[in-house]
Every structure is written in structure tokens, then in C-alpha cells.
């Protein structure tokens, strides 16, 4: 957050070209963060006006349910 908003925010889309780093995806709660990665990644592009990278569109970054960090 600190390299978006203020030490970089003037290299933004490197800082999401990149795709998350291989992850065991049987692990929920792995997966989970990483799908909330993927989105922040879609989110921030959007609100900023930057072009969202291809890799935060794979399907492997869903979930079957909803899920949210506190009840």
C-alpha cells in the first residue's frame, strides 16, 4: 500500500504487472488471500485508471462461496 499510494505511485502499473507467486491452491486459506490479492489488484486499477493486468482476470482466483474476514 505504501509503494501505491506514496514511494511509487509513479512506476503503479509496474507494481501490478506481475502475477501472484505459485500458491497451493487446496490450501483455503491460501487461496482466499490470494483471491482478495487478485481483486485488490482489479480494484485499485480501476479506482486509479490504470490498465488491470490479464493475470488478475484468471478464474483461479474464485471462489466457489462468499467469503468475508469477519463475521
Not at 18 to 46: G, I, Q
Request: one cysteine or more.
Amino acid at each position: 500500500m505504501n509503494n501505491w499510494y506514496a514511494y511509487h505511485a509513479d512506476q503503479r502499473p509496474a507494481l501490478i504487472a506481475d502475477p501472484l507467486p505459485d500458491y497451493d491452491m487446496t490450501n483455503l486459506y491460501a487461496h482466499r488471500w490470494a483471491v482478495f490479492c487478485a481483486t485488490s489488484v482489479e480494484w485499485f486499477a480501476h479506482k486509479y485508471g490504470e490498465a488491470c493486468p490479464f493475470w488478475a482476470f484468471d478464474e483461479k482466483y474464485t471462489l466457489a462461496e462468499p467469503w468475508f474476514f469477519h463475521p
